[in-house]
């Protein structure tokens, strides 16, 4: 489908690109080097670009408007909630993403996120390969015979990535907060770093978003204290 609006997120050297068709259905998420930005844009026809005002923001929206496009300038503020009246639309049309945001951690954005780039979840054999594609899976490394695990490989959808450990996070920190509720979470953080636990929570939370997405079903509570 053609793209019709795009959200522009500039940064130093990685650009984020959300862009809608005309029903506001995202249809393309992508992460842009610098260098790739203008051909990018060259390659689409005319269409609507919105990005926050700052200050590299002017050069840009000239350069843009040299290739047809449109450019709009927001204030921080109405960039942000632009775009999560439109999460918020997407989300409460879509039935896997309404599914998602049932897993702790997993809110509007990541569930909206997920279901909008695992559009088919048999793609992956198992919750493992799902994680493994976002890169939440330890590399492993052999040495005299001996599997040992090292850091995760970082490799695959940064966004997703990103979004599962921040969501992470959060819910360890209502962990610290409620240890009773989080017996599992608890334990781990006695005995390992914050950072260790937060990308193995990270990486259950991939695993249980791929089962909701290829079974069906919503996440249960419960089954987290009784998991753990």
Known sequence: MQIT????DIAKNVFQVHGIDAAEKVVVRKQLRRGQVMKFF????????????????HNWARELTKLGHEVRLMPAKDVIGSIERRL?????????S???????????????????????????????????????????????????????????????RRILVVGAH????????????????????ARRP??????????????VAWA??????TYRVPALAAAA
């Open 170 to 189: 959060s819910v360890l920190r209502r962990a610290k907060s409620n240890p009773e509720k989080y017996p599992w979470l608890t334990q781990l953080l």
């Open 42 to 57: 060259a390659a689409l026809p005319p269409c609507l670009v919105g990005m926050e005002a700052c200050a590299t923001a």
């Open 98 to 160: 309404k599914r998602l945001e049932s897993v702790p951690g997993i809110g509007i954005i990541g569930a909206s996120a997920i279901a909008a780039t695992v559009t088919d979840p048999n793609v992956f054999q198992s919750g493992r390969d799902f994680a493994a594609w976002i890169g939440l899976v330890p590399r492993q490394d052999s040495t005299g015979g001996k599997q040992k695990l090292g850091p995760i490989s970082k490799q695959g959808d940064r966004y997703l």
């Open 5 to 8: 609006t795009i959200g522009l």
């Open 88 to 96: 918020t639309v997407q989300h409460r049309a879509n039935e896997a």
């Open 194 to 207: 914050f950072k260790v636990v937060a990308i193995a929570l990270a990486n259950k939370m991939a695993r």
């Open 212 to 217: 909701l997405l290829a079974r069906g079903g």
